[in-house]
T-cell receptor, first 113, second 108 residues
Framework: NAGVTQTPKFQVLKTGQSMTLQCAQDMNHEYMSWYRQDPGMGLRLIHYSVGAGITDQGEVPNGYNVSRSTTEDFPLRLLSAAPSQTSVYFCASSRQGASYEQYFGPGTRLTVT | GQQVMQIPQYQHVQEGEDFTTYCNSSTTLSNIQWYKQRPGGHPVFLIQ?????EVKKQKRLTFQFGEAKKNSSLHITATQTTDVGTYFCTSGTYKYIFGTGTRLKVLA
């Protein structure tokens, strides 16, 4: 099992550009989430999904879109990149059930100039 | 909305000293999970607590969930350089709110 994979690992965008961060998991987990991590801010939830076709907003959803057409994939779209979106982005998945352990991907480091 | 505060933000300890980080919430938590993130890495799950007053141990790590289920602590006995990293608490079932983390540095 590859676990949770994220691509790309690094990305530099110019202000106003759009892009999609990819996230995939091969553990058949129902729940998936996107977080951003800024220095001193911990992990902040952007969007999450409880299953294919179901998504909802987290703490900081503005400027981001998500969709979940399959159980495996949960892409994050930046509509019009801004310097404030410079951050490290983590995708995570977890199984519905008694344990809420999240498995995190390796992260994508995004810089917006 | 629910907020989870973590203290301290930073802690430097001499190798062999003990270390404790605290997680506090203004609302009752259904559960608490602890994660460790090594520098440059991603968060890795350590443990989950769900019962009031629950205490769990993993070798030199002791995790506690408060009686009122509003706070939790992680205590490391006799720190080692391998303990370096940021420790996060979080709560939730699918919509998780993370604490700001405690960054631990261990001086050899």
């Amino acid at each position: 099992n590859a676990g949770v994979t994220q691509t790309p690992k690094f990305q530099v965008l110019k202000t106003g550009q759009s892009m999609t961060l990819q996230c995939a998991q091969d553990m058949n987990h129902e729940y998936m989430s996107w977080y951003r991590q800024d220095p001193g801010m911990g992990l902040r939830l952007i969007h999450y999904s409880v299953g294919a076709g179901i998504t909802d907003q987290g703490e900081v959803p503005n400027g981001y879109n998500v969709s979940r057409s399959t159980t495996e994939d949960f892409p994050l779209r930046l509509l019009s990149a801004a310097p404030s979106q410079t951050s490290v982005y983590f995708c995570a998945s977890s199984r519905q059930g008694a344990s809420y352990e999240q498995y995190f991907g390796p992260g994508t480091r995004l810089t917006v100039t | 909305g629910q907020q989870v505060m973590q203290i301290p933000q930073y802690q430097h300890v001499q190798e062999g000293e003990d270390f404790t980080t605290y997680c506090n919430s203004s609302t009752t938590l259904s559960n608490i999970q602890w994660y460790k993130q090594r520098p440059g890495g991603h968060p890795v799950f350590l443990i989950q607590l769900v019962k009031s007053g629950e205490v769990k141990k993993q070798k030199r790590l002791t995790f506690q969930f408060g009686e009122a289920k509003k706070n939790s602590s992680l205590h490391i006995t006799a720190t080692q350089t391998t303990d370096v990293g940021t420790y996060f608490c979080t709560s939730g079932t699918y919509k998780y709110i993370f604490g700001t983390g405690t960054r631990l540095k261990v001086l050899a």
